[in-house]
């Protein structure tokens, strides 16, 4: 059970701290369990960037926080990708994100860096 916590009784320094600790937890909320940023590949569908349960195996699966990558610049493969994030942000093409798509044929997953998440999460939605 939390602890209840009366905000007015608390220091200018307490109250900051509480509140670091609330972006921290709602961080941990966005993040599914068990699962892992990656590139994931499908034969038709194209390309996403996403969370993903890596530990499914076959030719289907869900990501979720997904970003089309329709077109990228500054990278040289899904792996450099992956690896660093793009060296051209404005000259790629990446949708806006969606909550989850469910996708079929899935041919490779690639899991992502730290670098390289924020690198493509940081990434301008295109859009028309």
Partial sequence: MQEKVDLNKLS???LQSKVQELGKAKEEIGKPKGMSY?????YSAGVFAGNYDRKIKGKEGTVYNAR??????GAASLS?????????PEDCKFAQEVEEVDLKEIIEVIPCTEKAIENIKGV?????
């Fill in 80 to 88: 450099q990708l992956a690896n660093e994030g793009t060296k051209n």
């Fill in 68 to 73: 089309r990558i329709w077109s990228w610049a």
């Fill in 124 to 128: 301008a939605i295109w859009q028309q």
């Fill in 38 to 42: 990656c590139i994931v590949r499908t």
């Fill in 12 to 14: 200018f320094t307490e």
